[in-house]
């Protein structure tokens, strides 16, 4: 089973401050994803990577930015927060050779105050 | 362009009443079709997904075949049951491998 690490779980952040969520996977993906889901719209895709280095944005991306430093690891950062952002975030990540099936992270809670 | 579409909203059934979800797609080739759910409180994990041959992928008592002829993947399921209530996810997914999910629907059985 492919393993889909986000961190942190539950986040609690002041308006305007930055957050950074992280994402780890150990499965060698070369697609990661960040998504964020509210009550009535499902999940909304925030921005995408095809591979180390690469980010490309989704459907939502203002407000946001993203970075892949490496195969493992895909972050998605808020510079400045606002209540607007409060939301559940999940990281996913797939590969080619799976026909892309996606593998979801838990899931991090944020709250902006 | 190739997209797919997932009657959203909510659907309620009695347990033990047939479930039938919407799937259909638009693509100029047969494309590779999912459906992900997810449980409350949970994060949304693969149910099913097609093949490229004429088998039906099966999980968990759900079925869903791939039609070309009508362009559809509706997600069946002979029975429901209280622990099918979840929010279920016919995601369309592009040669680029942007990965829309959509609304979703959801799924509410009772008793």
């Known amino acids: 089973e492919a393993a889909v690490t986000q961190s942190p779980r539950n986040k609690v952040a002041v308006t305007g401050g930055k957050v950074t969520l992280s994402c780890n996977q150990t499965n060698n993906h070369n697609n990661m994803y960040w998504y964020r889901q509210d009550t009535g719209h499902g999940l909304r895709l925030i921005h995408y990577?095809?591979?180390?280095?690469?980010?490309e944005k989704g459907d939502i991306p203002d407000g946001y930015k993203a970075s892949r430093p490496s195969q493992e690891n895909f972050s998605l950062i808020l510079e400045l927060a606002t209540p607007s952002q409060t939301s559940v975030y999940f990281c996913?990540?797939?590969?080619?050779?799976?026909?892309?099936?996606?593998?979801f992270g838990a899931g991090t809670r944020l709250s902006v105050l | 362009g190739d997209s797919v579409t997932q009657t959203e909203g909510l659907v309620t059934l009695t347990e033990g009443l047939p479930v039938m979800l919407n799937c259909t797609y638009q693509s100029t080739y047969s494309p590779f079709l999912f459906w992900y759910v997810q449980h409350l409180n949970e994060a949304p994990k693969l149910l099913l997904k097609s093949f490229t041959d004429n088998k039906r992928p099966e999980h968990q008592g759900f079925h869903a075949t791939l039609h070309k002829s009508s362009s559809s993947f509706h997600l069946q399921k002979s029975s429901a049951q209280l622990s099918d209530s979840a929010l279920y996810y016919c995601p369309s997914h592009t040669g680029n491998y942007k990965y829309v999910f959509g609304a979703g629907t959801r799924l509410k059985v009772i008793a």
């Open positions: 996913a990540s797939g590969d080619a050779w799976q026909q892309n099936t996606l593998y």
């Open positions: 990577s095809y591979g180390a280095g690469s980010t």
